[in-house]
């Protein structure tokens, strides 16, 4: 049975404290179901089965020895390629860095091991964090677990896929435009991006420095608030967290005032995605909830702002991969200039290379005041669209994508059509206020569909708080994609 018969990380933590079961058998259990989910969707870069056990050893030693259990204690997780861990590869989905071997952990894996959580695995993703399919992967795509013709959503596909198949663990992802919460929405299960600065990013191979933030996908709000909370706080490593620890994620009361934005509920929304979304407004009604419409009226320009920033930025930090410094190195050069070119043009895909153009385009002399400048002056207006909302309502809920997963290849060659996946999602980076995506039902083609829950900067436990209600309410987060052959 995945996860060894507990369907989220809590109960299996819980039963660790208890004595049902110990952390190896707990590690065991999860280990098993990942692999038969790896070879079901292709979502594992690097395996540390072997290491996690003797971590797992050594934690039911301590737990015999009298030692109090921790906040994770016994969970396992996996964390995304380009979340630098001491073991394996940290190569973020790209050949450029393909053997890359991190010196240290990032701050977030330090302190989930901290937590007694048990690192099991990296999972793939597009490269540098580009893309929204999970097909842009150096490494080959990952596979839908509800179908396996379809993609996973990006770039946090292979965290996804297994957060949807295996039970009794957790995933990190990052989320620099709706990276952890579309592929959250398009394999049904719980995905979080906190608000900007509540997470380190130090450790995180950087795409956009202003909107990346690292966060969990999981079976559920809950699981996601007990990880939340052990990643989260100040980080003399990373100048841009907030200075102040937050608030406990976990106690924070059920907002009350729920906004509905108009501008995110418009015709280009799959039928059944706007049907799902509505049923749950009306499960917040029911339970009490206020619900007014109201307007966010820069949501048509925040794709388009989103692309020139995010570009702007991954130009700046992918510079430093040109094959003396950093990345793979060309063979027998000619030159400096042949150095340059070979070694970026072999170590990068099509989408890392169309972005870097992009950024550098648009920062470019001449161009930066047109594009760069007037994004950033975008960027401001949509922060401040949401603010008008938040004086308002509590929370916002609304569509995490417009439709449900697409087949594999059907978008991949036609960039404009991959970065409409965003539209729902973007905004809330540009703004740097937290999210989540929570299960809302399936397709009438028996696919995931996403709701998405947006909070005021700071109102990360507003969300989860919301997320938890409504999976009290509903039945939708415990849907497991059909059976496959192993």
């Not at 579309?182 to 608000?195: D, H, R």
């Amino acid at each position: 049975m995945p996860g060894g018969g507990y369907r989220t990380a809590l109960e299996c933590r819980d039963a660790i404290a208890r004595g049902e079961v110990t952390v190896h058998q707990a590690v065991e259990r999860v280990i098993q179901s990942i692999e038969i989910a790896d070879r079901l969707s292709d979502a594992l870069t690097d395996r540390f089965f072997e290491a996690a056990l003797e971590v797992a050893r050594t934690a039911d030693q301590r737990l015999a020895a009298g030692g109090p259990p921790r906040s994770l204690e016994g969970i396992s997780f996996t964390a995304k390629a380009n979340i630098a861990t001491t073991e394996g590869r940290t190569n973020a989905g790209s050949r450029i860095i393909e053997s890359h071997r991190a010196a240290e952990d990032a701050t977030v894996i330090a302190r989930l091991r901290s937590a007694g959580a048990i690192l099991v695995g990296k999972t793939n993703c597009d490269e540098f964090a580009m893309g929204s399919s999970t097909e842009n992967s150096a490494f080959g795509p990952v596979r839908n677990p509800w179908d396996p013709t379809r993609v996973p959503g990006g770039s946090s596909g292979g965290a996804a896929a297994l957060a949807a198949m295996v039970e009794g663990c957790v995933h990190l992802g990052s989320d620099t435009g709706g990276s952890i919460r579309q592929p959250a929405s398009f394999c049904g299960v719980t995905g979080m991006k906190p608000t900007y600065g509540t997470v380190s990013r130090s450790g995180l191979v950087a795409f956009g420095s202003s909107l990346d933030q690292i966060g969990p996908l999981a079976r559920d709000a809950r699981d996601a608030g007990a990880v939340l909370a052990a990643m989260a706080g100040p980080d003399p490593l990373d100048a841009t967290t907030r200075p102040e620890r937050p608030d406990d994620f976990t106690t924070a009361a059920t907002p009350r005032r729920i906004g509905v934005p108009r501008d995110y509920l418009t015709d280009a929304i799959e039928p059944s995605t706007r049907s799902a979304v509505e049923a749950a407004i009306e499960v917040f009604r029911a339970d009490g909830a206020s619900v007014e419409e109201v307007s966010l009226p820069m949501t048509p320009y925040a794709n388009a702002c989103y692309q020139v920033v995010s570009t702007a930025e991954a130009s700046t930090n992918l510079s430093r991969f040109d094959g003396v410094h950093v990345g793979r190195r060309a063979d027998d050069p000619t030159d400096l200039l042949d150095l340059y070119t070979r070694s970026r043009g072999e170590g990068f895909g099509a989408e890392v290379r169309r972005r870097i153009l992009l950024g550098t385009f648009v920062l470019s002399s001449g161009f930066q005041e047109a594009y760069y400048r007037r994004a950033l002056r975008v960027r401001r207006r949509i922060a401040d669209d949401f603010a008008e909302a938040f004086s308002r309502v509590d929370v916002l809920v609304a569509p995490t994508s417009p439709f449900p997963a697409f087949p594999i290849g059907e978008r991949v060659t036609d960039p404009l059509a991959l970065y409409a996946c965003d539209i729902l999602t973007v905004g809330a980076n540009l703004a740097g206020i937290p999210a989540i995506s929570i299960p809302g039902g399936l397709s009438p083609e028996g696919l995931p569909i996403g709701v998405q829950i947006l909070g005021p900067w700071g109102g990360d436990g507003a969300v989860l708080a919301l997320a938890r209600r409504f999976q009290e309410l509903t039945s939708h987060h415990t849907a497991l994609p059909p059976e496959g052959e192993a």
